[in-house]
């Protein structure tokens, strides 16, 4: 198939193995925590709520409220935590990529806060908070047509590969590095995919493909862990 190594000795459609947990911060509505490798995030549910202030509130449906943070001690250079341009834009990226699967009209005027903390880095954290959050959501009981699996595709130098570490990121061979981050439901639509770097049409297509694969595996492990918390 191919001959690139990656740093870790994945093969190419190999993930970064996964842990994930329902119920983790006792005070929220909802909440869980998604480990992919040295990624790990975890999300925390509020709501639905009345939302303030009231020219912020939707009279037809429920609002979806999404805050992504790094935390100060997730990456080994200590970082000021809080909101910043890249966090404002995973925020929002978040809020569009779950959107699409919840029943937000059954909550008119409301809000759902969720809020992601990323306690530690090592590359495609917005995908860990995308599941982390999907699955805290369904911990809360939000009504939820389907699940929200997300994984970074990419592609080093020519090759095509899955689940992207920090290390492969940052690649310098050939090429480059592209990152194509895409949330997935169940049932295949694509909620959100992003796009960093150069790739053809034909190889789009075969991450993309790869990526539905990969997020089965995700999907598994999601459902899992909420059928465990179901059964506690
Ligand atoms: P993602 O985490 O979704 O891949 P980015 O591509 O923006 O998002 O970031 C890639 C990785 O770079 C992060 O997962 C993290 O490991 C690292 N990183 C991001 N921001 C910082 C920062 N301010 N300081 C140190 N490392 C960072």
Known sequence: MTTLKRPDGRKVDELRPIKAKVGVVPNADGSAMFQSGDTIAIAAVYGPKKMHPQHSQNPEKGTLRCTYNMNSFSVTERIRSGPNKRAMEISKITEWALEPVLMLDKFPSQVVDVHINIIQ????????????????????????????????????????????????????????????????????????????GKISGKQLNEAITMAKKAS????????????????K
Request: a negative charge; hydrophobic letters at 40%.
């Open 121 to 196: 880095a090592d590359a495609g954290t917005r995908c860990a908070g995308i599941n982390a959050a999907a699955m805290a959501l369904a911990h809360a009981g939000i009504p939820m047509r389907d699940m929200v699996s997300s994984i970074s595709v990419g592609k080093l130098d020519k090759t095509i590969v899955v689940d992207l570490n920090k290390a492969e990121e940052d690649w310098e061979e050939g090429e480059g590095p592209t990152d194509i981050p895409v949330s997935l439901t169940h049932s295949g639509e694509i909620t959100h995919l992003q796009l960093d």
């Open 216 to 231: 089965e595996k995700v999907y598994e492990i999601q459902k899992k862990a909420l059928k465990e918390a179901l059964e």
